[in-house]
């Protein structure tokens, strides 16, 4: 669960057949390594034979980072959001009504569509070359730049299918067009010969392209996960009800797994199909889902949307244009917001609550909403290169437009449950104000609000902005950490031993809960329902431990609180966890920390000699650490290491099953792992 708090690196989402322009920097030569001779002038011997100029696919495979974001597992999927979306492309125009996903034992995953197959004519720019080739093989190429064969695409920011065939070990494509089937194959993005005609096939059209990711990019482990291809599999179908998609893994990859092995998706409804599933166990304040659509998906301004309002559960925004994911949301999700708030606002005047609805903005109409939006436009306009966030301007107006009229039509169809929705986000906006003047407290009323004098050790910072908490065990740990700290914009919270399982705990326990209570309101930002991530009174909280397995299993225990009782914390990136040392190794004038075991042994073959007598001290735990040295090894911002604590970006099923599994009250679930995972342990080993 916990990674490191670095940069998040500019990622490439999905477009369609070779349709992506690629950025500017991907084209450009990077200079060579200088020579090893010595320099014979000013200008350091750096000359015109030391510009390396990159072709083909080399500039993908060299930075890959570039084009894909990285080489992690979320990266590595990319390459297959690359190849379905093409084949939704051509649904989305009208040439296919479905698409085939099979992820086989051997690791390869192959889509087909039954659209108008890949051109496999000679192109008219490239003497002998097939289009096909030309696709598979050139950054700038393919059939999206041109809106009378595609009217919307996945947009024209990326680099298409070329990237997936440049970062697989090996790409294979099979066309049926015209009545005849054509074949051509590629390893790490270089043709193995031209395109060969295999024979006839009189009844079937279509494309297929089958690949696997290249290890000496992903690693040894780059293999799919069939639960990630499922999802996104089944979301396409969702967003274009017209087109069925057909589902097939090897059962020997569904080990364990909840994924069938067989499925078929056809959404008549769409995105209402999916609010429905999603909300099935949840209260609705109107009991109706407010769904609706304007124009022919696939076509240029239009528009699918399903809102509803949950009042016991968490709500959620999933956006897309042109089928591409948009998690941070963008200008499309701004029409949607504009357009909710002036309905409600509308019929607030109607019924005689203006007055009351005077302070509504659209984030109390937003709380608790359960939203599928899709969107088409002609040439979207993204953010940067990951196409997270759309910044398309006239999407704003396309979506408020569509949206506007309709909801206030929906509302008028049943005025009694309107109004209840209506007092629903009145109460919303009331209970932020609320909370708004009820956080001008001064700070230092927190500390006698805890009845904890001398157990919160608070910063004098007066704003969350560069601040962060430390949740220590015991009272030892805090009092080093309270000599260590910078008393500007860190604060100490010592905890008594090992907390509450929240996991196995019913209410009334954790209610009961002493410590679990004084930490919810140091942080101040509650718990459930009610948590609010702006009112927490750090920026950085930061769970710091003894560097062992008691450590580790108080830090398991403070995480599984977080994430069933502060969700939203580690969903805003604001959990971490610090990395004090277990060792302290000293020869002479030199001194290294160690983490674990392995990190000692590595620094003893680094960084002193074979024959040097080093002493190796190991530390019993933070308490016993000298205040200088935990502060220059775990608490300066300016030297320290900080895991953030995240979730699975691809599901958050798989992560409660690990929870339930690991921290629930079933002990026998968590004999099985142990006894799963036996030979992957190593005693007095924390591995981070």
């Not at 704003?396 to 109004?419: C, R, T, Y």
């Amino acid at each position: 669960m916990a990674k490191p708090a670095t940069k998040k690196k500019s990622t490439q989402e999905p477009d369609l057949f070779g349709g992506k322009a690629a950025p500017a920097a991907a084209s450009r030569g990077k200079p060579a390594r200088a020579a090893a001779s010595k320099p014979s002038g000013g200008d350091g011997g750096y000359s015109a034979k030391h510009i390396e100029v990159l072709e083909g696919l080399e500039p993908v495979r060299r930075r890959p980072g570039m084009y894909i974001g990285g080489t992690d597992e979320k990266a590595m999927h990319h390459l297959f959001a690359e190849v379905i979306d093409n084949s939704m492309d051509e649904a989305l125009a009208g040439h296919a009504d479905w698409i085939e996903v099979d992820l086989d034992a051997d690791g390869f995953v192959s889509i087909t569509d039954n659209g108008r197959g890949m051109p496999v004519d000679d192109h008219p720019k490239f003497k002998n070359k097939s289009a096909l080739e030309v696709i598979m093989c050139t950054l700038h190429a393919g059939g999206k730049f041109d809106s009378e064969v595609y009217e919307t695409s996945g947009g024209l920011h990326g680099v298409g299918v070329s990237v997936t065939n440049a970062l697989s070990e090996r790409l294979e494509v099979d066309v049926w067009r015209e009545q005849t089937q054509y074949r051509m194959a590629f390893e790490r993005g270089k043709p193995k010969g031209k395109l060969e005609k295999v024979g006839r096939a009189p009844n079937k059209r279509g494309t297929r392209v089958r690949f696997k990711p290249d290890p000496q990019i992903f690693g040894a482990k780059a293999h799919f996960k069939p639960e990630r291809l499922f999802k996104m599999a089944r979301s396409k179908a969702y967003l274009f009800g017209g087109v069925e998609i057909r589902w097939h893994c090897d059962p020997s990859l569904l080990d364990g797994s909840d994924i069938p092995e067989n499925a078929t998706f056809h959404f008549a409804e769409g995105l209402k199909d999916y609010l429905a599933s999603s909300f099935e166990s949840a209260t609705l304040v109107h009991p109706d889902i407010f769904t609706g659509s304007s124009g022919k998906a696939g076509r240029a301004g239009a528009v699918e949307w399903a809102v509803a309002w949950s009042a016991d559960t968490d709500g959620f925004i999933n956006s897309y244009c042109n089928t591409v994911p948009t998690p941070d949301g963008g200008t499309h999700e701004s029409g949607l917001r504009s357009a909710l708030l002036r309905g409600l606002k509308d019929h607030a005047a109607r019924v005689g609550k203006e007055k009351q609805a005077s302070n509504v903005t659209s984030e109390d109409v937003m709380t608790g909403v359960g939203c599928m939006l899709s969107v088409f436009v002609r040439e979207p306009e993204f953010q940067g290169q990951t196409k997270d966030r759309l910044a398309t301007a006239a999407a704003q107006k396309i979506v408020e437009n569509a949206i506007k009229d309709p909801f206030d039509h929906w509302l008028s169809g049943n005025p009694m449950q309107a109004n209840k929705l209506l007092d629903f986000i009145i109460e919303r906006a009331d209970d932020r104000i609320r909370r708004r003047q009820e956080k001008d407290i001064a700070r230092k009323t927190a500390v006698r609000k805890l009845r904890l004098p001398g157990k919160l050790a608070d910063c004098s910072n007066s704003s969350s902005e560069n601040s962060e908490i430390f949740i220590v065990e015991g009272d030892s740990a805090g009092g080093s950490a309270k000599q260590a700290r910078d008393r500007k914009t860190q604060a100490v919270l010592p905890l008594r031993g090992k907390i509450l399982n929240v996991a196995s705990a019913g209410r009334d326990k954790l209610a009961q809960n002493q410590q679990l209570s004084d930490l919810v309101q140091a942080l101040g930002c509650g718990t459930g329902a009610s948590f609010k991530t702006d009112d927490l009174r750090y920026e950085k909280v930061i769970i710091m431990t003894d560097a062992d397995v008691d450590g580790a299993h108080i830090a398991s225990l403070l995480i599984t609180f977080f994430y069933r009782q502060m969700p939203g914390l580690i969903d805003a990136g604001r959990l971490y966890l610090a990395v004090p040392p277990l060792f302290r190794l000293q020869h002479g004038g030199k001194i290294f920390y160690a983490r674990n075991d392995k990190h000692k042994d590595e620094l003893l073959k680094s960084e002193f000699n074979a024959n040097a007598k080093v002493e190796v001290s190991r530390f019993k735990g933070l308490g016993e650490m000298m205040a200088a040295q935990l502060k220059e090894t775990t608490m300066d911002p300016s030297k320290r290491t900080l895991l953030r604590v995240m979730l699975a970006e691809d599901d958050r099923k798989p992560t409660e099953g690990a929870v339930e599994r690991l921290m629930g009250n079933k002990a026998e679930a968590r004999f099985e792992f142990i006894q799963e995972k036996a030979e992957f342990a190593a005693e007095e080993m924390l591995d981070v």
